[in-house]
């Protein structure tokens, strides 16, 4: 099963089919984040998996 397979698996039901992730240490970040509250990053990644 791909990544994109799993997470659209584990966001059934879920409001929103959008998810914003930091591209350095793939933490999990809210819509309007400008870096990463793990690592700094400002690499943050959006996917739309509907």
């Known amino acids: 099963m791909s990544v994109i397979g799993l997470l659209q698996r584990l966001l059934q ?3 929103s089919c959008i ?3 930091c ?3 793939g933490m999990k970040m809210p819509q309007h984040s400008e ?3 793990q ?3 400002t690499e943050i990644a959006r996917y739309d998996l509907c």
């Open 13 to 15: 039901g879920a409001r």
């Open 35 to 37: 870096s990463c509250h």
């Open 39 to 41: 690592c700094g990053s």
């Open 23 to 25: 591209r350095m240490c």
């Open 19 to 21: 998810v914003y992730e």
